[in-house]
């Protein structure tokens, strides 16, 4: 593989991601999933780099999983996201950090066809007043979250305590990136580097320490798909998209999974532990399973932060082993205490617990 | 084992429907291109298809046969190739020439012998 | 008085330039051949070998050379033709040292640019070690050695066909013609060279259009066993064996397929010369919705470019093989003569 070759394409495919003075609005699931991930953002953007960052209680959800199951119609996401506009005019903001990926593809989409087709946005604008009075201004730009980490990689890595290295053997931890569709598959320009070989995440691995995999499935879908999870009958679809790039990558023996898309990061560890169940397989290193982490997760982690604080064992695959190879000290007794030492719920089935 | 654990979940493992051109067995290929030749030509026109008995009230499809074979689909050849009546009008159509009535009987005989390990 | 020589501007020397230079000087016209390489030859100089026979470039490449090895013919080379401007009955050409050349006439020749391979990204182009381009394979074919980066022979070879021609991802509706039987032709120099090897050609359409181009397609398959599959390439990948993994739809199964490859050709068609555009574009000569000139009459008048004293030759108005180039050519040069007797 040629490196000067991916060099070239992601020259062609760089947005502009403002430097600072951000408007955030939240994802729906990743306080949930990621415990930690949303908090970590915030923290690392404002303390460790002296962002701001504003978020307005009023905020909701942009409905895309309803859009995306049908049963949310075009016109009233266009109207729900004007509304978030019109917090951002509020506030003074005109740079919309956003959190997921899912509302990040529908942003994207509604800016295009406001672009395309003015009388949408006339529209827009209209029932957004008929129905709240607010009015709103475009902004000038939107971001993904991983976006902004993107930006500031380098400013991590100068005060990194730890790195994607195996502190054993002194080697490149190998990292298998995966990048939700919407982030830039539906408009490669929106995306940095572009949609067959985006950079946002590797950007992050390789400023951090760590060796992209490129694998022959890196741009499958994880099959997250919504219309196919949201039936239960339905998710052999979202499993086999997944079973496929475990499949995939199985060869390079990846130490880490880091994603950007809340479903992809969900999808990827749960289905670890369904596989198991359904096929008695457990991917990665000595069958250990293959630890999915959001990008703040691991930018966390890079920074120096405490993983249980940042949650990570919430999710299915712990990722103990990864810990040690970095050098993280973590006392897995304090893994499910609360800073005061209550004890926190702890899952079950949890793989390499 | 797996029926078992996935009425657990409710759903199972979806299975592949792509073609693997790496793991597929195109034995059944070499032989029939070994023994008919002409099979080689055949660029997928679907005239057999269009006047075969056969294919006028059987999902019989002397096309996608041959697609089949050259793929080393077995399970889906085996489909197909029992449905063919061996009338022969095939042959009369075929702009390329292709034995198509000796592709049909040499792919019955080539599947036989890969049941009996001979191939 | 003796009437003054005539002198007619041929930009481009290329297979269409050579070969209007070459009639022209015949008939006593004094030519000046800009061309912009180190020497006139165009894209036939790193060819190998022609389609339909197969037979050696070198033998067109001398039929050319000896074309314009004519007293009435000055070749400037390193140099376009960056605008024509008319001054009375004189054409004035702008050549891009700054210089300018003056004549009676212009024949545009300025043909074509092979598609920047890169700007297909899902192919890895300049990524992945053996995806190669048409051209390159020409260059390998000269060098008689078939082999991946690693200087190890490809079993496994595909040709995708249609990189950059009917594609509107890449703003090319066209179809660059040519592609398709170059690609048969390949595919058998290719089973030619390395017998052991298995070859696919992954098609959209096979335009076999010229004469003898269907029976090389069915020599392929009759006598070099070379394998076709209906499909577009949707994207390459590579393995940890570094070995090319593609998708495509294998259309006549109607299924999705996966396969390795050890070595994969883009199948680069054709677009307008960026010196051409140039020259189009600072001239006002029409262009059409592919982006090539816009001859004056599709049937009767693709010589003719609608503009006194400015014609048109070869594959800087289509894409064409160089039969037909040849032909166009001689057709500019008695557009442009009858032009130049009627003044």
Known sequence: ?353 | MSEQKANRFGFAINRSRAINYDTSDRKVREYVTMREPSFRLCFACGGCTATCTAGQHASFNLRRMNTYIRRGEIDSLREEVARCMLCGKCLLVCPRGVNTRNVVATTAEALRKLDRNEL | MKEKRKHVIVAGGGVAGMEAAGSLAEMGIRVTLVEKGEDPGGHLLQWHALFPGRRPAEEVRKYLRKRIAHENINVITRTTVEKVRHHGHEIIADLSGGTEERADALIVATGFDLFDAHRKEEYGYGIYDNVITSADLEEMFNGKRVVRADGSVPSRIGFIHCVGSRDEKVNNNHCSKVCCVTAVKQAIEVRKLLPESEVFCFYMDMRMFGPYYEELYRESQEVHNVNYMRGKVSEASVNINNRLVIKVEDTLAGRPLKMELDLMVLMVGMEMSKPGARLAEASGLNTGINRFLESADQHYGTNRSGVAGIFYAGTCTAPMNITDTISHSRSAVEETVRYLGGR
């Open chain 1, 1 to 353: 593989m040629k490196p000067e070759g991916k060099k070239r394409i992601w020259a062609e495919y760089q947005k502009e991601i403002p430097d600072d003075h951000f408007f955030y609005v939240r994802s729906c699931i990743r306080q949930t999933f990621f415990a930690g991930s949303e908090q970590h953002f915030l923290k690392i953007l404002r303390e460790d780099l002296g962002k701001d960052v504003f978020e307005d209680p009023r905020h909701t959800t942009c409905t895309g999983i309803g859009y995306h199951g049908d049963v949310v119609p075009f016109e009233t996401i266009q109207t729900v996201v004007a509304r978030h506009f019109a917090l951002a005019t509020e506030a003074g903001y005109k740079h919309i950090a956003i959190s997921c990926v899912t509302s990040f593809g529908i942003y994207s989409e509604i800016l295009e066809t406001w672009k395309h087709f003015p009388e949408t946005l006339a529209r827009t604008r209209e029932d957004l007043y008929k129905a709240t009075g607010r009015t709103f201004e475009v902004p000038e730009t939107i971001s993904h979250a991983s976006d902004i980490i993107y930006k500031f990689r380098d400013e991590i890595a100068r005060k990194a305590k730890y790195n994607l290295v195996d502190i054993k053997t002194g080697k490149p931890l190998k990292v298998v990136e995966h990048i939700g569709c919407h982030y830039s598959k539906m408009f490669p320009k929106y995306g940095v580097g572009g949609a067959e070989f985006p950079h946002v995440l590797t950007g992050m691995i390789e400023a951090w320490g760590g060796d992209v995999i490129d694998y022959p499935e890196r741009r499958h879908c994880c099959g997250f798909g919504f219309r196919q999870y949201l039936v239960q009958a339905n998710r052999g679809y979202s499993l086999f998209a997944s079973r496929k790039k475990f499949e995939s990558m199985e060869p390079y023996q990846p130490d880490l999974i880091i994603a950007n898309c809340p479903g992809c990061t969900m999808f990827m560890d749960r289905w670890q532990y369904t596989i198991k169940e359904i096929d008695g397989i457990t991917y990665g290193a000595d069958g250990q399973g293959i630890p999915v982490l959001t990008y703040e997760e691991v930018a966390g982690l890079v920074l120096g932060y405490d993983p249980w604080d940042i949650g990570l064992q919430y999710h299915n695959v712990q990722s103990l082993p990864l810990l040690r190879r970095m050098g993280i000290k973590a006392d897995p007794a304090r893994r499910f205490l609360a800073k005061d030492g209550t004890p926190l719920p702890e899952p079950a089935n949890l793989i390499n617990g």
